[in-house]
C-alpha cells in the first residue's frame, strides 16, 4: 500500500482523502481567504497564503482549524472589509486583538507601527470621549500637547514602552478625577483656590503627585491661579544589598542551572549593569557580538564587554529562542521575544519569574548603580547606561557621600550575619 500523500508524495503523513497535513491545511487556508464573489484571494493576503504556504503541516491545520487569527481574517474576508490598524483599533484592545495585529505585521500585511503610542493615543479617546463636555475643553489640550506630545517625543528615541503608558495613565486620571470633583463642589477649575486643592490632595494623597503636572499646565496657561502641589523631595535611594548578597546572587545568575536561562541572563545585567528590566526586554540579537575572543554587548551605542560566563549565557539564549510560525519581521529579533515573537516579552512575567527565584530587582539595580558611580564619571554613566546626565551625577554624589555609611552598613550585617 501507498502511503504518500497523492499531491505532493510526502510519505507517512495522511491526514485526509489521502492528502497530508499540509496539503489539507493549504487547501482549508486557501478556502479561507478565498473571496466569495471574486474567487480569489484579496491582493493584500497573498503574503498571508505565501507564509503559510512554508508552515509545516500541523501547525497549519491547527491554526485554520483553531485560531483566533484565522477566524477573524476569514470574517473580514467573507464582508470584503479591508484590513487595516484602523478596522483592528474599532475592536476591544485585549489579547486576541493584539495577537492579530502582530501576526499582520509580522507578515507584512500590515505596516509596523509603535504600538504602545498606538495603544495610548486610543486609551486616551476613550477616555475623553466618556467625560463631560466641559471636562474634555479642558483635558483634550493637555492630553494632546502634554501627554501624547511628549510621548511621542520619548517613542522617536525607542524610550516609551508599555510601562510608560501606566504613567501617563495616572496623570489624566487624576486630572479627570479633580476634574469630576470640582464639579461636584460646584467650583469651575477658573475659581479653584489653593484651599482647595490643598483639600482634595489631603483626602486624595496617593493621587498628588501624579495631578501635579497638570495643575503645573493649567497655571502656566493662566487657566487657573498660580496653584502649586507640595511634593516630597525625591528620596534617595535605600534599598541595597549588601556586598555579600550581592556577590552570591551575581555567582548564581552566572552558575545557577535551576534558574530559567531567561532570569539568569536578566538578573545577571541588573546586577552588572544597572539596567531597570524594561530596558533589557527591548535589547535586540543584534546588539551582541562577538570579537575574536571577547563578546560585547552594546548598550546605548557604547559595545561593553562581557564576563565570558554571561557572554555564554546570552549566545545559549539566542540559540534557545523558538522560531514562530510565521516568519519574524525584518531585522534582528528581540532577545527575549514574547507571543508573538514580534513584541518583547512581558515585563511582568520576567518580574514574577526573578522574585521567585529570589532575585530581587531594585535593591540590586541600586547596588550596581552605585557601584559603578563610585568607579566611573558621571558623563560615562550617563552615556554608558542611556540615562540623564542629571540622574548620572545625582548618583555619583550619591555614591561620593553614602560610600562609607554603604560599606559600614555592610560590614555591620555581614558581621551579624557572621
Known amino acids: 500500500m501507498d502511503f504518500s500523500c497523492r499531491r505532493c508524495a510526502n510519505p507517512g503523513d495522511i491526514y485526509a482523502d489521502g492528502l497530508c497535513s499540509r496539503c489539507v491545511g493549504y487547501d482549508r487556508a486557501l478556502t479561507l481567504l478565498t473571496a466569495p464573489d471574486a474567487g480569489t484571494v484579496p491582493q493584500q493576503l497573498i503574503p498571508l497564503l505565501d507564509a503559510l504556504a512554508t508552515v509545516p503541516g500541523p501547525s497549519l491545520v491547527k491554526w485554520v482549524n483553531r485560531s483566533a487569527t484565522a477566524r477573524m481574517i476569514g470574517t473580514w ?3 470584503k472589509e479591508n484590513i487595516s490598524h484602523e478596522s483592528l483599533d474599532r475592536l476591544p ?21 509603535h504600538e504602545p503610542l498606538s495603544q495610548q493615543q486610543l486609551w ?29 517625543f520619548k517613542a522617536r528615541r525607542g524610550r516609551y514602552v508599555h510601562g510608560s503608558t501606566r504613567h501617563d495613565r495616572r496623570k489624566l486620571r487624576a486630572a479627570a478625577h479633580f476634574l469630576d470633583w470640582l464639579d461636584t463642589i460646584g467650583v469651575e477649575l477658573a475659581r479653584a483656590t489653593q484651599a482647595h486643592l490643598d483639600h482634595w490632595v489631603t483626602e486624595h494623597t496617593s493621587r498628588a503627585a501624579a ?21 516630597p523631595p525625591h528620596a534617595r535611594p535605600s534599598q541595597f544589598l549588601t556586598s555579600h548578597d550581592y556577590h552570591q546572587q551575581l555567582q548564581r545568575c552566572l552558575s545557577d542551572n535551576t534558574i530559567p536561562l531567561e532570569a539568569r541572563v536578566v538578573a545577571a545585567l541588573v546586577r552588572l549593569y544597572g539596567l531597570p528590566v524594561s530596558r533589557i526586554l527591548v535589547l535586540t540579537v543584534d546588539l551582541f557580538h562577538r570579537d575574536g575572543n571577547h563578546a560585547y554587548l552594546t548598550l546605548n551605542e557604547h559595545p561593553v564587554l562581557l564576563p565570558p560566563t554571561l557572554a555564554s549565557l546570552i549566545q545559549e539564549l539566542i540559540g534557545a529562542r523558538v522560531p514562530s510560525m510565521f516568519q519574524e519581521r525584518d531585522g534582528p529579533g528581540y532577545l527575549l521575544p514574547g507571543r508573538p515573537p514580534s513584541q ?30 563610585g568607579q566611573l564619571p558621571a558623563v560615562v554613566i550617563s552615556e554608558l547606561f542611556g540615562i540623564h546626565i542629571t540622574t548620572a551625577h545625582q548618583w555619583t554624589e550619591l555614591a561620593a557621600t553614602s560610600w562609607t555609611e554603604y560599606l559600614a552598613a555592610d560590614s555591620d550585617t555581614s558581621t551579624e550575619q557572621g
Open 77 to 79: 474576508v467573507a464582508d
Open 93 to 113: 484592545q485585549n489579547n486576541i486583538t493584539r495577537e492579530i495585529r502582530q501576526t499582520l505585521v509580522t507578515i507584512r500585511v500590515l505596516a509596523e507601527r
Open 124 to 152: 486616551v479617546a476613550a477616555l475623553l470621549d466618556g467625560l463631560p463636555a466641559q471636562q474634555q475643553r479642558i483635558l483634550r489640550p493637555y492630553a494632546e500637547w502634554h501627554i501624547l506630545r511628549r510621548a511621542r
Open 211 to 231: 495631578l501635579a503636572p497638570f495643575i503645573t499646565w493649567t497655571s502656566q496657561r493662566r487657566l487657573t491661579s498660580a496653584l502649586t502641589i507640595a511634593t
Open 344 to 373: 518583547p516579552r512581558s515585563q511582568n512575567a520576567i518580574s514574577q519569574t526573578l522574585t521567585r527565584y529570589g532575585l530581587s530587582t531594585l535593591a540590586a539595580r541600586n547596588t550596581a548603580m552605585i557601584e559603578n558611580a
